[in-house]
């Protein structure tokens, strides 16, 4: 009994995905076949399929869990549920207009033409705003709609804003945040669902790891308690005499949002030869 994965063929998911995988310890071999590859080390099977398609073949079960954007997955409105955000393909679909018109809120769009892909999500958004647009479903290239006059106002994918300046337009609105998410299937049988657990604990302890620095340092022994006071460590941090009289080695773990204040006030409380090095793996 495998479990099977859907992730993106290709595409700006593709990396990202593969590299999660292998980072959970999960070796693919990448066979000339690139519909479906097998892992050698883990009840696994990949099957490499367009974004647009995975959350229905998640709810028909050719899939059992799948890798899509969230922009994606809540456009589909398919019967699948989010397991789990993965932290990597963000960004956000947002209204974009004319960057010369003045945008006055959302009631400027009342009554005006907004072009997009994402149907289903910016009619959501018009109700939920008790905005009345029209909507005109485009397949792609939606940021030259209204360029060459087929809308007053586009709804796309948005990351750097490259794309949307280069096409004279500028973004007013977001409304959804996305990023890409691991989903399953709704009725997964109890094997499969353990796998998932398996898989879900492995994805649990590469992020928290890439979250997370481990520091070491030396401290005077006369400000030891304020340095283990910046540092909460995972229990707490860890002190080992140093071979010279009077110094300690501190050992620690830090959260990356936190990192560069706490390494100012470590500076100012006397802390040296402070090393900070990557996790790979992180279990609480
Ligand atoms: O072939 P397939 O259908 O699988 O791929 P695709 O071409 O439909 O999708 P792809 O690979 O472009 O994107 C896959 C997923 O990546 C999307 O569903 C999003 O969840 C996520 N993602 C993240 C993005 C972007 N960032 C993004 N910037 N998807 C698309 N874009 C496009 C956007 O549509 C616009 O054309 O990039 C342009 C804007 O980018 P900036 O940087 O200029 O703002
Ligand atoms: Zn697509």
């Given at each position: 009994?495998?479990l099977?994965?859907?992730?993106?063929?290709?595409?700006?998911?593709?990396?990202?995905?593969?590299?999660?995988?292998?980072?959970?310890?999960?070796?693919?071999?990448?066979?000339?076949?690139?519909?479906?590859?097998?892992?050698?080390?883990?009840?696994?099977?990949?099957?490499?399929?367009?974004?647009?398609?995975?959350?229905?073949?998640?709810?028909?079960?050719?899939?059992?869990?799948?890798?899509?954007?969230?922009n994606?997955?809540?456009?589909?409105?398919?019967?699948?549920?989010?397991?789990?955000?993965?932290g990597?393909?963000?960004?956000?679909?947002s209204?974009?207009?004319?960057?010369?018109?003045?945008?006055?809120?959302?009631?400027?769009?009342?009554g005006?033409?907004?072009a997009?892909?994402?149907?289903?999500?910016?009619?959501?958004?018009?109700?939920?705003n008790?905005?009345?647009?029209?909507?005109?479903?485009?397949?792609?290239?939606?940021e030259?709609?209204?360029?060459?006059?087929?809308?007053d106002?586009?709804?796309?994918?948005?990351?750097?804003?490259?794309?949307?300046?280069?096409?004279?337009?500028?973004?007013?609105?977001?409304?959804?945040?996305?990023?890409?998410?691991l989903?399953?299937?709704?009725?997964?049988?109890?094997?499969?669902?353990?796998?998932?657990?398996?898989?879900?604990f492995?994805?649990?302890?590469?992020?928290?790891?890439k979250?997370?620095?481990?520091?070491?340092?030396?401290?005077?022994?006369?400000?030891l308690?304020?340095?283990?006071?910046l540092?909460?460590?995972?229990?707490s941090?860890?002190?080992?005499?140093?071979?010279?009289?009077?110094?300690?080695?501190?050992?620690?773990?830090?959260?990356?949002?936190?990192?560069?204040?706490?390494?100012?006030?470590?500076?100012?409380?006397?802390?040296?030869?402070?090393?900070v090095?990557?996790?790979?793996?992180?279990?609480?």
């Amino acid at each position: 009994m495998v479990l099977k994965i859907a992730v993106q063929k290709s595409g700006r998911l593709y990396d990202d995905s593969i590299k999660l995988l292998k980072e959970c310890g999960i070796d693919i071999s990448n066979g000339v076949n690139k519909l479906k590859a097998e892992a050698s080390n883990f009840p696994l099977e990949i099957y490499f399929l367009r974004d647009d398609d995975i959350p229905q073949y998640v709810e028909d079960g050719v899939a059992d869990i799948g890798i899509a954007g969230e922009n994606v997955v809540y456009e589909k409105k398919k019967k699948v549920a989010v397991v789990q955000k993965l932290g990597f393909g963000k960004c956000r679909l947002s209204i974009a207009i004319d960057k010369g018109a003045e945008y006055t809120g959302i009631s400027f769009l009342q009554g005006k033409r907004i072009a997009t892909t994402y149907p289903v999500l910016v009619q959501q958004f018009l109700k939920d705003n008790q905005v009345d647009a029209e909507i005109h479903e485009i397949s792609g290239s939606v940021e030259i709609a209204p360029g060459i006059g087929l809308a007053d106002a586009i709804c796309d994918l948005v990351s750097s804003g490259s794309t949307l300046f280069m096409n004279g337009l500028k973004e007013v609105q977001p409304i959804l945040q996305s990023q890409a998410v691991l989903i399953k299937n709704d009725d997964l049988t109890e094997e499969k669902e353990q796998l998932l657990q398996k898989l879900l604990f492995r994805i649990g302890a590469v992020r928290k790891a890439k979250n997370n620095k481990y520091i070491l340092l030396n401290a005077p022994n006369n400000n030891l308690s304020e340095i283990i006071g910046l540092l909460p460590g995972m229990k707490s941090p860890t002190v080992l005499p140093l071979a010279e009289e009077g110094w300690s080695s501190v050992h620690s773990v830090l959260n990356e949002n936190d990192f560069w204040d706490i390494i100012e006030k470590l500076k100012d409380a006397g802390a040296q030869g402070i090393l900070v090095v990557p996790i790979e793996k992180m279990i609480i």
